[in-house]
């Protein structure tokens, strides 16, 4: 991680979503005041907000497919999040997820990363404005 998680047991976590990151950057997105109002609420409440690198490439994408490579840069550039780097077991574990998955499902691999990680490290909030964020993914 580029940062770590704290590691008393009290401290509350939770996982940040691309979907939520658009939506807090997007402000014409329509769930950007929902998102707003969502992360101060995390904040205040003392929340440890921590993403993936693979929910960093897929942000970095969506921004450069939605505003233009200088928005995504300049994101990239000022994001403060906390980065754990997803590893190989962590991938393994994530393909045997999607292989698995509901032949409906929209799994993405970046959402089983995401899923995978946060079983790794006992996670199980997650700051999310897309439904199908961890919905039923097998």
């Not at 991938?91 to 959402?111: G, Q, V």
Request: hydrophobic content about 40%; aromatic content about 8%; proline content about 5%.
């Amino acid at each position: 991680m580029t940062d770590s998680l704290p590691t008393e047991p009290q401290a509350a976590i939770a996982f940040v979503d691309s979907s939520a990151i658009i939506a807090l950057v997007d402000r014409h997105d329509p769930t950007h005041e929902q998102a707003l109002a969502a992360y101060h609420e995390l904040v205040d409440e003392g929340y440890c907000l921590f993403t993936t690198n693979y929910v960093i490439a897929e942000t970095l994408q969506l921004l450069d497919l939605s505003f233009g490579p200088d928005i995504a840069r300049k994101w990239l550039q000022d994001h403060r999040l906390p980065v754990y780097h997803a590893d190989e077991q962590d991938e393994r574990r994530a393909t045997a997820r999607l292989s698995s998955a509901r032949p409906d499902s929209r799994l993405s691999m970046t959402d089983a990363i995401s899923s995978v990680v946060m079983d790794r490290l006992g996670v199980s909030d997650a700051f999310a404005v897309d439904p199908e964020f961890l919905s039923d993914d097998t």
